[in-house]
Structure formats: C-alpha cells, structure tokens
C-alpha cells in the first residue's frame, strides 16, 4: 500500500536552537537595560597606578571570560544580541579613597558599602561586595603565566577548581548570620572568603541575584580569610574545605573523597 509522504512518520530531530545561558537569562529577565555586577572596594596599591590600571584592566578580561566561553558564532542572534546588551551593562563599581589604603576591619569596609547600597541598581546591590587587597592584586598581576607558580593566564579553556587561580575576596554585607547562638550552620558563615575570579559572572553573581539561600549556605564549604586574603583557622575539618569558591557544586577533589579514593 503507498503510503502518502504526508502520512509517513516524522524524523524527530534534536533540539539545536542555542539557548542562552541561565546567568544571561536571569539579566535578560530581571535587569535588562541596568547594569549589574558587583561594588568593589580598592584597599591596596594607593601608591602604583600604573599597577592598579593594570589590575583593573586583567581582572575585566578574566570577568567576561563566560562572554566567551558561552556566548560563541554559532549562537542565535537574539542570544548574542543580549549578550552584548549585558556585557555593555556589567560593572565593577570601585570604591576608591586612600583612607582605605591597607584597611582591616571589615567593618569599616561594610559602612561605606552600606552607604551607597540604596542607590544602587537590584542587578548591583548583592548581600556581598568585593575587596581588592594586595594579596588579591598580586594573584591576578603575579601568579598568572608566571614561572614561578606555573599558572597560566585565565582562558575559556582554564580547568575550574585550579587552587592558584586569581581570586578576589568576597565580604558579607552584614557581618551577623542571623543564627541564635549554637546554632550548627553558624559555623557554615564565613564573612570574608576568597572567589576566583573567572566565575564572578556566571556562578557568583547569578547564584546571589537569583536569591535561594542565606550567604552561610553559599560559603559552607570554603575557608573563610581576613582581608589580606589569609585564611583563618575555624577547627579540625578545615582540611575538608576549599581555598576559593568556585561553585555550589562539590569540587573534584570532595567528590574522590566521598568516593574513597583519597
């Protein structure tokens, strides 16, 4: 019996429409045509800048790194289209005073953010703001394609997880938990912590902005710092915990652990 070719079955053909990723999605859907990012607060390098204009141009290379990696020339054109818009939009938003030249007290840090988080955009004004100390500026200046270390330059291609990534430090807005005393995830509140840099976009800032859990279940796992960057010692599982926050997912490293293999 012919079988007209309107009645022969269909060949289902895999979805290939390039899909924006869910960082870009949650801009395009939330913050479209404002900027976002982060306010950072310049503690180191009041007497270089040469050095810091430097820093501020690498550390805005390895930020749009998920431009990059995510947004290539086989995407859809409203996709690049919005990926342009956005990466127009993204801001660091430096606080700069040579008051704050080699400043410690987190808190001092937290008043001048907590000054200006009224009038920021939603898009900007996360429970978090960022500090660049000399620690952080010498791992993105010095650690990178030095011999020294044997690091490379981040690229699209960098592995994750890598401990001697360039990192910024991340502060609480507010150094308080919000936990009675003994509670057991106070421990899991680390005010000041070390992110690498390159997933400050597609990770951090899109896991802050959508929203879905206190700041004390986004640092459970990783070793908290003071503002030099130096890690402080909180009990006998530190060795369980990772030097930068890289994502919500267990690092390679926990995984073999969970595994048995290390």
Known sequence: MHVSDTHKPRKFMAQTTPVA???????TRRHRDQTWGFVAVKTASYDDAERWN???ARIRNIIEIPFERDIDSSSASAVSEDASAAKAK??????????????TDPDVLRDRYSRIRPSLPSGRSQNV?????????????DDANDQKTGEAAPSTNSPRWRSKAPYILAVSADADPGLEEGHEEREWFKPVFRVAIEVLVDEFWHLLDLNIMPLRRITRSIKGTDLGGQVLATGDDDGDLEDLWWSMAPSPRRLRKRRGIE
């Open 54 to 56: 430097e820093f501020k």
């Open 129 to 141: 703001f960022l500090v660049a100390s000399k620690d952080v500026v010498a791992s993105v200046l």
């Open 90 to 103: 993204l801001e660091l938003r430096w606080i700069e005073d040579p008051a704050l030249d080699g400043q």
């Open 21 to 27: 990723p869910d960082w870009l999605r949650q801009w």
